[in-house]
């Protein structure tokens, strides 16, 4: 993922009118009745691990191929139908990257339930690796694969306790279905010249293209996507794209990190335009999708953290205080519907 960053008071009447008002819509946001079901943060950070424990999940790898068996069988673990979307995609470089979608449909939306909810939602994380740690501090890395723990694995990891999650708790009145997004992070590296937005998230480009020639019940109510969502002294911010395509998904969002108590790790400020995979799924598949992404404003490395696109992306800059922020967010977000 990449970013281009691109009260007047008239009488007291006025004013007083204003402050109630104001008070009143605070008071509705903050009315959410608070979800008793506990996201494990201890769970998630294991499945962020033993992605890891393949090694960097980079395309074409033995890594790649060994980690994609590993989630489909979590997924099935839990209840999912699961469903592969291979294709032979060309990189920046011309490289052919043979990319795997996985695709893991909730029991009660494949019909494997009593209940058939009416709303379906659609939770999204990439699961690749970036081959080369380009934004490292010492150029000898540039060229290193990257881990990974933060930048792909912590949003799959996520996704996989909340499909535990589900399968114990089925109290959900909504069906919700996962997708793991290949090929996102084969974009031009900084070392290049060559300069091409549509390099990313070719993987969610090749998914959003072909999602509207499915059966109109597959349709999604809106979609998220996770993305680097473990990360030490993380913050989410509400991201530019987002807010243009799924203001409505944002605060949703927002809303269930304030009633979960996990408003601090989720400002309620704007943090830039970021390329990512939500924009096709956005703009080509017409879901209206918001994006889960740390921001740090004041990280002269990088606004994305200090271990972005570096051999830094491990185990060790791993926090499951954020992992539980997130998780518990989405869980208050998904019991709440």
């Not at 139908?81 to 043979?98: E, F, K």
């Not at 530019?240 to 108590?261: E, M, N, T």
Request: aromatic share 10%; glycine share 6%; net charge negative.
């Amino acid at each position: 993922m990449r970013k281009h960053l691109l009260l007047f008071f008239f009488s007291f009447i006025v004013t007083s009118i204003f402050v109630a008002c104001s008070t009143t819509k605070k008071g509705q946001q903050n009315s959410q009745p608070v979800v008793g079901i506990e996201f494990n943060a201890d769970s998630a950070y294991a499945f962020c691990a033993a992605q890891c424990s393949f090694g960097p999940r980079i395309m074409n790898s033995q890594a790649h191929e060994q980690c994609a068996q590993w989630i489909q069988s979590r997924f099935r673990q839990y209840g999912c139908q699961v469903s592969l979307q291979q294709a032979d995609l060309r990189g920046y470089d011309g490289t052919i990257l043979h990319s795997t979608n996985i695709i893991a449909i909730s029991p009660a939306a494949a019909g494997d339930s009593v209940r058939q909810p009416a709303l379906r939602i659609l939770l999204c994380a990439h699961w690749d690796s970036r081959p080369w740690a380009d934004n490292d501090p010492d150029s000898v890395n540039w060229h290193t694969p990257v881990m990974a723990a933060n930048d792909g694995a912590s949003g799959v990891a996520v996704m996989l306790e909340l499909a535990r999650l589900l399968q114990q708790h089925d109290s959900a009145r909504v069906a919700v279905d996962f997708v793991c997004f290949d090929a996102e992070d084969w974009g031009v590296p900084q070392w290049s010249d060559q300069i091409d937005a549509d390099s990313w998230a070719l993987g969610a480009q090749h998914w959003a293209s072909s999602y509207k020639t499915k059966d109109a019940s597959a349709d999604y109510h809106y979609a998220i996507l996770l993305d680097m969502v473990g990360g030490q002294g993380a913050r989410f911010y509400q991201e530019g794209y987002s807010l243009q395509h799924a203001k409505s998904v944002v605060d949703k969002i927002w809303q269930a990190a304030a009633a979960a108590g996990y408003g601090s790790f989720f400002p309620n400020k704007e943090g830039g335009y970021v390329t990512d995979d939500h924009v096709p799924v956005n703009e080509k598949a017409g879901i209206p999708c918001a994006d889960i992404i740390n921001h740090y404003p004041d990280c002269p490395q990088s606004s994305f953290g200090p271990t972005w696109h570096t051999v830094n992306d491990d185990m060790q800059h791993i926090d499951k205080n954020t992992l539980k922020a997130v998780g518990q967010t989405l869980v208050q977000l998904i019991y709440s519907e």
